[in-house]
């Protein structure tokens, strides 16, 4: 499975930015799906997280009420919308895939995307 990760960029606190991860092999359709985030100098951590059908969702406290994760199975993409970006948003964001579960631990996730970064201005 190769992960394709999009449309990072640079923006002003309080803007917004629609991430992309288009997936190609695989069964993407089965896979949970998640973003992560890796700011300078920190770990790697939880954004959110879909379930296969995308009825399921999680978010990390710090981006919930902003972010809304979603998904098209039919065009094997899922997408991170972020809303009212803040500073410390500022990271490389990564998604992955998980062919069994759609938790918030990324040791549990089997595939990965390159990432895409993302700034935000204050």
């Known amino acids: 499975v190769q992960l394709q990760a999009s449309g990072g960029g640079l923006v002003q606190a309080g803007g917004s930015l629609r991430l992309s991860c288009a997936a190609s092999g695989g069964s993407f359709s089965s896979y949970g799906m998640g973003w992560f985030r890796q700011a300078p100098g920190k770990a790697r951590e939880f954004v959110a997280a879909?379930?296969?059908?995308?009825?399921?969702?999680r978010y990390a406290d710090s981006v919930k009420g902003r972010f809304t994760i979603s998904r098209d199975n039919a065009k094997n993409t899922v997408h991170l919308q972020m809303n009212n970006l803040k500073p410390e948003d500022t990271a490389v964001y990564y998604c992955?895939?998980?062919?069994?579960?759609?938790?918030?631990?990324?040791?549990?996730?089997?595939?990965w995307g390159q990432g895409t970064q993302v700034t935000v201005s204050s």
């Open positions: 992955a895939a998980d062919r069994t579960d759609w938790g918030t631990r990324e040791e549990l996730y089997d595939y």
């Open positions: 879909i379930n296969w059908s995308g009825v399921g969702t």
